[in-house]
């Protein structure tokens, strides 16, 4: 029996006839074959052969790939053998490009995957030069996530063991922390939270404290959100010096001049989120701040809404605007003009989004220490002022077994990434003492989802169906279900978070929880890309297109679920690829069958209304916050952005931002339309979602 195998690297590994078994059924899949009974057949058929020609030395990868062609065509299997000698091309082409890039890829990503993380995970020397692999960074995460274990937990084996279970689920390419923690667990810098909110006092002291403490973060790698609300308006009086104040607008700009500047020193570029209530008297100002593209091009702007708002444009009253320095109304004006003013600036240009803060509020797990004013940048994590968030999201996809979902796998992974979250807290360098006081006190964790929208595609469910709505808050509700179960296990072994104490939580026969929230869904654009799958709860935004890989280089990109359906039912060609990568879509290919079409629905399929209700299903059951993006047609009325708006409030999201395609000259996904020719175009960091270059993961 053949007992070793040499791969192309040279390395001697033991010999898996397994594989060869996996790699011909993969192939008698895509040309539509039975696959079980030829599979086991065909592998006996090559291990007698290889068994016949390396009786006396062992054979290489390629000599096994060999004989495996030369059984297909023996055996009567030429366009499955056509199929496996395509496949092996790829890969070949796919080791070429990694090999350009400069990267030893062991873990078998796609080029872009594998682009990215060169780009900003994997760790350099200092001629720039990549010294750590794919598995290297995990091992490195994995080992540096799983050393607090000492503190709570004694044995040999104990950090060994955990280290291997965190390892395990990243290398799995199952679930991934947020960019910080990938970029420096483990390394000097230790800076690992992607979240953080810091306070705007109204002072220059206070102001430009903040914005020395926002740079640190920035450096490091992390987002930050602000309330500018507490503020005191343009040309109110400022009695230190007799003169006026300039306003929040005219200091957020401030703040946008030095993000520019400290990214150019960090792996990517910072971000930011500006809140301001809209009884705030600059509130019009802010409104129409990035009216001038190009300004404020750091910052995604919210505006913070409140109920008695609401209610007033339902109404159609005036409302008071108060000066947050004396408290006292300054101002009315009417509610639906204010709301009107919104809708038509988002249209226009993307901003300004909408925070809705009572119903953030109504869920502040920590109400004594204060009103949760603002978010990050993408406002899918509302926080405390100084207080930051670990995030992390389970691939919805790799939860998958022989076409169901595995609930019992789903469940081992949301244990193993709570546990990994809480640890992150413990590993982490904060950049300030105050975030380090507030982050500790609370621990809050934010773990999500990403791939869902590829799930729907393997579970042949429509985006744009009340069945993924059911399917939607069937997950959320069992993730957040078993991380609270999670949390209060570890709660009982290294007890609850120091503030659990009059919070939320701290109820008669409720258990201690170790984290005061457990779940976000983010919009995971980086991490999504790594695990080779869907943003966050995004629809796929093309089904093929062009990416922009690096330096001018670009790739053709299939969805992988849709190009296997595709072979196994026979309508797969590369004429058809090239023609959908000119749309994204196959909504208008008359040739395809109407439940080909129904299921495999893009962003620019999906009405706008089931975007919302997706959010909402989600956010039934998410303590935080979801990241979810209204990507619009180039042609919507401003009346669709405000039938948008009214409904996210009337489902209870907690925020809601919109994009309209063509709103902004420069966009990370370029649309074929009637007016320009060529082919989808993708940066290479975009995965689905914000069509903005603002939203960190």
């Not at 960019?179 to 002072?203: H, K, R, W």
């Not at 990568?581 to 999906?606: M, N, Y």
């Not at 180039?634 to 209870?652: D, G, M």
Request: positive net charge; contains cysteine.
């Amino acid at each position: 029996m053949i007992k070793k195998i040499v791969k192309r690297d040279g390395r001697v590994v033991g010999f898996d006839s397994e594989k060869i078994r996996l790699a011909i059924a993969k192939a008698l899949k895509a040309t539509g074959k039975e696959e079980t009974d030829n599979s086991v057949r065909l592998t006996e058929k090559v291990l007698a052969k290889v068994e016949q020609q390396f009786r006396f030395k062992t054979p290489s990868v390629e000599d096994i790939q060999d004989i495996v062609e030369q059984v297909l065509l023996e055996s009567g299997f030429p366009d499955t053998a056509k199929a496996y000698i395509l496949y092996r091309q790829r890969r070949t082409d796919l080791r070429e490009s990694k090999l350009f890039l400069g990267v030893k890829d062991d873990l078998k990503l796609s080029v872009n995957a594998t682009t990215v993380l060169k780009r900003r995970y994997l760790l350099k020397n200092e001629k720039g030069e990549v010294i750590e692999t794919p598995k290297e960074l995990f091992r490195r995460v994995a080992k540096a996530i799983a050393a607090p274990d000492a503190n709570y937990e004694k044995g040999p084996d104990i950090l060994a063991q955990t280290e291997e279970e965190f390892f395990t689920m990243m290398a799995n390419l199952e679930f991934l922390p947020n960019s910080p923690t990938l970029m420096n667990a483990g390394t000097p810098i230790g800076q690992l939270s992607a979240c953080f909110v810091l306070p705007v006092e109204d002072s220059i002291d206070g102001i430009f404290t903040t914005l020395k403490n926002m740079a640190l973060i920035h450096q490091s790698g992390g987002g930050t959100g602000f309330s500018f609300s507490r503020l005191r308006p343009k040309n109110d009086i400022v009695k230190s010096t007799g003169g006026v104040a300039s306003g929040p607008v005219s200091f957020m700009t401030i703040f946008d001049a030095a993000t520019e500047v400290v990214k150019q020193g960090g792996r990517r570029r910072g971000a930011n989120m500006a809140i301001l209530r809209v009884d705030h008297p600059d509130i019009q100002e802010f409104i129409m701040a990035k009216n001038q593209e190009g300004r404020l091009s750091n910052f995604n702007i919210s505006v913070g809404i409140t109920d008695s708002f609401m209610s007033a444009v339902r109404k159609n009253q005036d409302y008071e605007l108060i000066n947050p320095r004396t408290k006292r109304a300054v101002k009315k004006l009417k509610a639906r003009q204010v709301f009107d003013l919104i809708c038509h600036n988002a249209w226009a240009t993307g901003d300004p989004g909408l925070v809705f803060l009572d119903e953030i509020n109504r869920h502040n797990p920590t109400p004594k220490l204060g009103e949760i004013e603002a978010t990050n940048p993408c406002g899918e994590q509302p926080l405390l002022p100084y207080e930051s968030c670990n995030l992390g999201s389970i691939n919805l996809v790799k939860m998958l077994k022989n076409g169901k979902m595995d609930w019992a796998k789903f469940s081992k992974t949301i244990h193993s990434a709570v546990h990994f979250l809480d640890n992150v807290i413990d590993a982490n360098k904060f950049p300030i003492p105050e975030i380090e006081k507030l982050t500790k006190g609370n621990r809050k964790i934010g773990l999500g989802i990403m791939g869902f929208a590829d799930t729907l595609y393997e579970l042949n469910i429509p985006y744009n169906s009340n069945q993924a709505l059911y399917f939607a808050q069937k997950i959320a509700q069992f993730l957040t279900q078993e991380a609270v179960i999670a949390s209060q296990n570890l709660a009982r072994k290294r007890g609850p978070f120091p503030n659990f104490k009059d919070s939320l939580w701290d109820k008669p026969g409720n258990p201690p929880i170790r984290n005061s929230t457990v779940t976000t869904i983010a919009p995971t654009g980086s991490i999504s890309i790594i695990a080779q799958t869907s943003s966050g709860i995004e629809p796929v935004f093309a089904l093929a297109f062009v990416r922009n890989v690096m330096g001018g280089t670009q790739l053709v990109e299939t969805n992988p679920i849709f190009e296997r359906v595709a072979r196994e039912q026979g309508f797969y060609s590369k004429e058809l690829i090239s023609a959908i990568a000119q749309k994204g879509s196959i909504q208008d290919f008359p040739e395809l069958k109407k439940r080909i079409k129904d299921r495999f629905v893009t962003a620019q399929d999906i009405a706008p209304e089931w975007h919302i209700r997706m959010q909402s299903a989600f956010q039934r059951y998410i303590n935080n916050a979801v990241s979810k993006t209204v990507n619009l047609p180039q042609n919507v009325p401003v009346a669709t952005v405000r039938k948008i708006y009214l409904l996210a409030y009337r489902l209870k999201c907690k925020g809601i931002t919109i994009y309209r395609y063509g709103s902004k000259k420069q966009q990370v996904l370029y649309l074929r339309t009637d007016t320009t020719e060529g082919l989808v175009r993708a940066d290479s960091e975009y995965a689905g979602g914000c069509l903005t270059n603002l939203c960190p993961t």
